[in-house]
Every structure is written in structure tokens, then in C-alpha cells.
């Protein structure tokens, strides 16, 4: 029932086209069944969430990376190469590259 009761709140935020709320009730349905089919979803609904426009300055990112938003996510993360600290920048390109290498 509790997984029916998610689909009923995505479908309503879907059908509406509110992508950021219909992210998180996606994301708090596959936080409760742990179900590849909805993780695929919330990847689908996050595509909606995107913010548009130009690539944010420093202040703008970090001003958005400061609170957990579910919807801007993935846009801090395409942008984050232009904010980070220089020392920090190397490393994380190689944890970045290492996830993403084929084992």
C-alpha cells in the first residue's frame, strides 16, 4: 500500500508538470523500496529539474549548493568544475574519472 501511495503522489506531481515535487516523491519512494524501476525515474524526473540559463557564478553556486535541493543536484554537479578551490580541483577530477572508468 505505501508504494501505491507514491505513485499516486508522482503521477499527481507528473500530471501537474511540478518536476521538482514529483522529484522528491520519487526519490522518497525509492528511499522506501529501494526498486531500480523507480530509480530510473527519479533519473527521468531529474532531467525535468534542470535549471536553464547561463552557468553560474560563484556566489550563485555556492548560494544554491548551500541547502539540499533534489531538483538542482545534477546542475551543481555539471558545474562544478569552475567552482572549486584550485588545491581541491586535481583530486576530484580523479575521483571523478575513477567512478566513471570501466573496472
Known amino acids: 500500500m505505501v508504494y501505491a501511495a507514491h505513485l499516486t503522489a508522482i503521477e499527481r506531481h507528473v500530471a501537474a508538470s511540478t518536476w521538482p ?6 526519490l ?27 552557468p553560474p557564478t560563484d556566489n550563485e553556486w ?7 535541493e533534489p531538483a538542482v543536484a545534477g546542475w551543481l554537479l555539471a558545474h562544478l568544475h569552475g567552482h572549486l578551490v584550485p588545491g581541491v580541483a586535481r583530486p576530484m577530477n580523479w575521483l571523478a574519472w575513477s567512478m566513471l572508468a570501466p573496472a
Open 21 to 26: 515535487e514529483a522529484l522528491r516523491a520519487a
Open 28 to 54: 522518497d519512494a525509492w528511499r522506501a523500496t529501494r526498486l531500480p524501476e523507480l530509480a530510473d525515474l527519479v533519473d527521468a524526473i531529474g532531467t525535468r529539474c534542470v535549471p536553464t540559463g547561463e
Open 62 to 68: 555556492r548560494e544554491r549548493a548551500m541547502v539540499y
